[in-house]
């Protein structure tokens, strides 16, 4: 870019040149700020090196160019961008700052704010922005919107009465817990005093205390109320004020009916007289303390708790009693809260600050302490006490941050552009400040190493040895900043100060300083901030150059396994075409893809598949060969290059050996896991002389595989296509078909199995075709499946159905209808929608419809099938589970689903009377069924055997030819008619 003269103007003193930007972004290179400029073309004329790092497009990217002519801005924001641009052209100065999203070059979204910085005259540099990332910020506004919502749940959801009042003490909003003490709404509250609910003489106590909590105390009370039936009812009241920006604007009251508690406390004090009113005097002390009270047996077993202690803990009263104390505290305070525990049973007081586990998820700090209950000179026992001192902790870590922060800025404007050079600079600063002869970074993993040091002497450098035991002493004294004036095991070193540092909250090792001087070994709290400070920039440094790293790493590497990512994959094939066709020479390709993979992911979750995936590419990387490149392309599918190989021959005992090592035991954590692969394999040149064609190849010669049965391999050959082509030639034909409606709907009775009656009647859809005649589903369902017309075949079947069973069997409205529901439309959004449409149309009450799911397509998205079959009993249909007893997990996951009825699949039935094993798992899916409440449905009864059996072991209904075929809805009226003739 050409440095703008200065003539080039009327006003040179208003003209910023290009060397102005270049001190601009000089200064602002420390900051998160970018530097952009546009000429009066709307193209841009500068850009930053901050740009570059916030944006990914580098000056040759965009300079020269406007931003439509490169994936800049957001499509939902163009407009109103260019509505701003338009107005800075025509001399509008008073443009606010404003928020828009923009892509990165990686196609992510970020959030950024923009600064018109500068408009002139300056044709090359017209308009000139700063620019700051704030995709951060605007997380974690959406974070607040959520704690907001979690907050209304939490009010509305409460047990107790929750009162938000005004400031001249009016209920502004009150949960619906207040209407279980009379007849009247919430809303008729709303506006009103909470005094007019009270007994008249607790009525200026109650202004009172609504005063004080005006004037910003917390307060606690016992106040008595009326409902409208005139039941008088004892609340206990917490009121705390609600400040926003710093002014008291309302009040926010827990109310508890603690009636039937008192009423029974007080007939107790009656019962037992002057003893009972002494321990009930102990009780309020123990009930009404603020600060939370356990009371704790020998073993730390929970007692009893105040009502402080709930309010704290979250739980309620009979999830905290009989059980122990340390059930409540986190495994890294475990340690510490048992010492302090078995100290006080011998007698000590002990106070100390922990984190415990709380109801909802909740984080707090406690102030707590533990002291013996000693009767009679004897300890029975231990109370621990807790308050929250969350608010404070907060408020301290805050002012910590700002300072932080200022020293922060101060600090990282002398850095080095260089993420190891600005770490060396921070630990020269260190060394500096904290009068050290050596800083250093140690990387504290499987075996600590020093990542970078700094030493004040080169020439007398600190040992390794020294830097690596003082790590390791910081390591273990468990505090956020140690001091040391000698180490264990090192007698060179007097003085030590380390901390921990992170990369991306995660654990990376220690920032120690260190030295062999004798000085004094006390720390400064302005020398532990800025060591605080000093491990944050650490943190920042290093977690630059491990995206750095990252993003390398990332081009061309699958995350998950190491292995080479597509791109790497592609380039590489490329490459070695080059060379097979300079030899001429053949290369093979293969891809691998595991065969049912995905129920390993829903069995026993993403985390243990990916650490098979990862094994999977271990296996496959050692039984290729040192010559081979294993990639994976994405999901579970795998792609191997074998750059030179003679023929087929060659190639045969490689993919054969592959496909042997997939299949072997996989142990994960404490399960045992199984799988087989598929794969294909093409041959350059005979299968394919560029990369495109081969891997088109390579994807048929798959789907052969995976069509032939799985567990093995298919080399490409042109016959493969046929199949493809023969698939799309019925893809065609089935969308004609469709189009003039060649398909009919037969229909097969169900009957009871105890009276023999028809109570329901199955759908199935035949295609009758003009030359062919019938086709049954079999022949050509598949192909609807693969193609997606099963989606708008099956709505057919169901509008068709509906309107048939509706009008024809119109006198026999007990008749339940049975359509089949596929994979495809499972997974159809609008699925209940376009149910309910049908039934409309055909004036078909949902409640007379029943939709079967398979058992195997249930199984295929267990989540989507689930809400897929709510949403479906709430409109009143019944859903069945077809073919059940041929699916992944039938016992494991029945009771998950909602459905009415189980329908035992017919190879089961047919082996009735000559297969004792049938009759057993039908027994037991009877059995099974009808102990989950289900009704049971039998398919494809064929004999008086088979029907006397499931009547025998309680079946609910029939189906099969035993009882009637499949057949159009006049045959079947007049079965209905005959059976209502013969009574």
């Given at each position: 870019?050409?440095?703008?003269?200065?003539?080039?103007?009327?006003?040179?003193?208003?003209?910023?040149?290009?060397?102005?930007?270049?001190?601009?972004?000089?200064?602002?290179?420390?900051?998160?700020?970018?530097?952009?400029?546009?000429?009066?073309?709307n193209r841009v004329s500068y850009w930053s090196s901050n740009a570059v790092e916030m944006f990914g497009y580098t000056p040759d990217d965009v300079l020269g160019k406007r931003t439509e002519d490169f994936h800049f801005i957001h499509d939902d924001d163009r407009e109103e961008i260019a509505s701003i641009v338009r107005r800075l052209n025509a001399g509008d100065t008073h443009i606010e700052t404003r928020t828009n999203r923009n892509y990165h070059k990686n196609g992510n979204v970020i959030y950024c704010r923009w600064y018109v910085a500068f408009t002139q005259e300056n044709p090359t540099y017209r308009i000139i922005s700063f620019v700051e990332n704030v995709t951060d910020e605007q997380a974690a506004i959406a974070g607040l919107e959520q704690s907001e919502e979690r907050f209304r749940s939490l009010f509305a959801n409460n047990p107790d009465i929750i009162v938000i009042f005004s400031p001249d003490g009016r209920i502004v909003d009150v949960n619906r817990a207040i209407e279980r003490y009379g007849p009247m709404n919430r809303?008729?509250?709303?506006?009103?005093?909470?005094?007019?609910?009270?007994?008249?003489?607790?009525?200026?106590?109650?202004?009172?205390?609504?005063?004080?909590?005006?004037?910003?105390?917390?307060?606690?009370?016992?106040?008595?109320?009326?409902?409208?039936?005139?039941r008088e009812l004892e609340l206990l009241i917490t009121t705390i004020p609600i400040r926003r920006n710093g002014t008291i604007d309302g009040l926010f009251s827990l109310i508890r009916d603690e009636t039937t508690e008192r009423q029974a406390r007080r007939r107790i004090i009656e019962q037992e007289g002057e003893l009972l009113e002494s321990e009930q005097r102990l009780r309020s002390l123990f009930d009404q303390n603020p600060a939370a009270v356990f009371s704790l047996d020998d073993r730390g077993t929970i007692l009893d708790v105040n009502q402080s202690a709930l309010l704290i803990s979250g739980f309620?009263?009979?999830?905290?009693?009989?059980?122990?104390?340390?059930?409540?505290?986190?495994?890294?305070?475990?340690?510490?809260?048992?010492?302090?525990?078995?100290?006080?049973?011998?007698?000590?007081?002990?106070?100390?600050?922990?984190?415990?586990?709380?109801?909802?998820?909740?984080q707090l700090t406690l102030q707590s302490a533990f002291f013996p209950a000693i009767v009679d000179g004897n300890i029975a026992g231990i109370y621990f006490f807790a308050q929250d001192i969350t608010a404070r902790r907060l408020a301290e870590r805050k002012a910590r941050e700002q300072t932080r922060q200022i020293r922060e800025l101060s600090l990282a404007a002398a850095s080095s552009s260089s993420s190891n050079a600005q770490l060396i600079a921070i630990l020269e600063a260190g060394c500096r400040i904290f009068e050290m002869e050596c800083g250093a970074i140690v990387q504290?993993?499987?075996?600590?190493?020093?990542?970078?040091?700094?030493?004040?002497?080169?020439?007398?450098?600190?040992?390794?040895?020294?830097?690596?035991?003082?790590?390791?002493?910081?390591?273990?004294?468990?505090?956020?900043i140690a001091t040391f004036r000698s180490i264990p095991g090192d007698s060179a070193i007097q003085r030590c100060l380390g901390t921990f540092v992170s990369i991306d909250e995660g654990p990376y090792g220690i920032l120690v300083f260190l030295s062999r001087d004798r000085k004094d070994a006390s720390v400064p709290d302005e020398?532990?901030?800025?060591?605080?400070?000093?491990?944050?920039?650490?943190?920042?440094?290093?977690?630059?150059?491990?995206?750095?790293?990252?993003?390398?790493?990332l081009a061309y590497t699958d995350a998950l396994t190491g292995l080479a990512n597509r791109t790497l994959f592609q380039e590489r094939l490329r490459e070695s075409l080059e060379v097979a066709q300079s030899r001429f020479t053949r290369l093979a390709v293969m891809v691998v893809d595991l065969d049912g993979f995905k129920s390993v992911n829903e069995t026993l979750g993403h985390g243990r598949g990916d650490a098979m995936l990862r094994q999977i590419s271990g296996r496959l990387l050692q039984a290729s060969g040192p010559d081979a490149t294993v990639?994976?392309?994405?999901?579970?599918?795998?792609?191997?290059?074998?750059?030179?190989?003679?023929?087929?021959?060659?190639?045969?005992?490689?993919?054969?050996?592959?496909?042997?090592?997939?299949?072997?035991?996989?142990?994960?954590?404490?399960?045992?896991?199984?799988?087989?692969?598929?794969?294909?394999?093409?041959?350059?040149?005979?299968?394919?002389?560029?990369?495109?064609?081969?891997?088109?190849?390579?994807?048929?010669a798959l789907y052969r595989a995976k069509e032939r049965g799985r567990n093995g391999y298919v080399f490409y050959h042109p016959s493969l296509e046929a199949t493809v082509q023969m698939r799309l030639s019925q893809e065609k034909l089935l969308r004609r078909a469709l189009e003039r409606e060649e398909f009919i709907v037969h229909y097969q009775p169900i009957s009871d199995a105890r009276t023999g009656r028809i109570v329901a009647l199955e759908a199935l859809v035949r295609w009758n075709h003009p030359a062919s005649g019938i086709i049954l589903p079999s022949q050509f369902v598949p192909s609807a499946e693969i193609s997606g017309l099963i989606v708008p075949l099956g709505d057919w079947v169901l509008r068709t159905a509906a309107a048939t069973v509706a009008e024809t069997l119109a006198d026999y409205p007990y008749l339940r209808l049975a359509v089949n529901l596929s994979a495809k439309q499972l997974q159809r959004p609008d699925l209940v929608t376009s149910v309910e449409r049908a039934l409309a149309a055909a004036k078909f009450p949902p409640q007379r419809l029943e939709i079967e799911i398979t058992e195997?397509?249930?199984?295929?998205?267990?989540?989507?099938?689930?809400?897929?079959?709510?949403?479906?009993?709430?409109?009143?249909?019944?859903?069945?589970?077809?073919?059940?007893?041929?699916?992944?997990?039938?016992?494991?996951?029945?009771?998950?689903?909602?459905?009415?009825?189980?329908?035992?699949?017919?190879s089961f039935v047919d082996g009735i009377g000559s297969e004792s094993n049938d009759e057993t798992i039908v027994r037991t899916i009877i059995g099974m069924g009808h102990s989950l409440g289900l009704k049971v449905v039998a398919e494809g009864v064929e004999t008086q055997q088979q029907l006397d059996f499931l009547r025998e072991e309680g079946c609910d209904f029939i189906q099969g030819f035993l009882i009637a075929r499949p057949t159009d809805a006049q045959s079947v009226l007049a079965l209905l008619q005959r059976e209502a003739a013969n009574g």
């Open positions: 870019m050409s440095t703008l003269r200065t003539d080039d103007v009327s006003d040179p003193a208003r003209v910023i040149n290009e060397t102005c930007l270049s001190l601009f972004e000089s200064m602002l290179h420390h900051s998160p700020l970018a530097l952009v400029a546009w000429d009066g073309d809303e008729d509250t709303i506006g009103h005093r909470f005094e007019e609910f009270l007994y008249e003489e607790d009525v200026q106590q109650h202004r009172e205390y609504i005063q004080r909590a005006l004037n910003g105390e917390v307060l606690r009370y016992e106040s008595r109320a009326h409902t409208i039936e005139g309620a009263k009979d999830q905290v009693t009989g059980h122990s104390l340390f059930e409540f505290v986190r495994n890294d305070d475990q340690t510490m809260v048992r010492d302090r525990f078995e100290r006080a049973r011998r007698g000590e007081r002990l106070s100390f600050e922990f984190r415990p586990l709380l109801g909802g998820g909740r504290h993993d499987f075996e600590p190493r020093v990542d970078l040091r700094f030493d004040r002497d080169p020439a007398d450098p600190m040992p390794l040895e020294s830097v690596l035991a003082a790590a390791e002493a910081v390591s273990q004294a468990h505090e956020p020398h532990r901030d800025l060591l605080a400070l000093t491990a944050e920039l650490s943190s920042n440094g290093l977690s630059l150059r491990r995206s750095r790293e990252h993003l390398r790493q990639a994976r392309l994405g999901g579970d599918e795998f792609a191997v290059l074998l750059p030179s190989v003679g023929d087929v021959s060659q190639v045969e005992p490689i993919i054969a050996r592959l496909l042997h090592t997939v299949e072997n035991t996989y142990r994960i954590d404490e399960y045992e896991q199984f799988i087989t692969a598929s794969a294909g394999i093409a041959i350059y040149p005979e299968d394919g002389r560029d990369d495109e064609t081969l891997m088109k190849n390579l994807d048929i195997s397509v249930a199984m295929v998205d267990l989540e989507q099938a689930m809400h897929v079959v709510g949403a479906l009993k709430a409109i009143g249909a019944k859903v069945s589970v077809d073919d059940f007893g041929t699916g992944y997990s039938s016992l494991s996951y029945l009771r998950r689903f909602d459905v009415d009825e189980i329908k035992i699949d017919r």
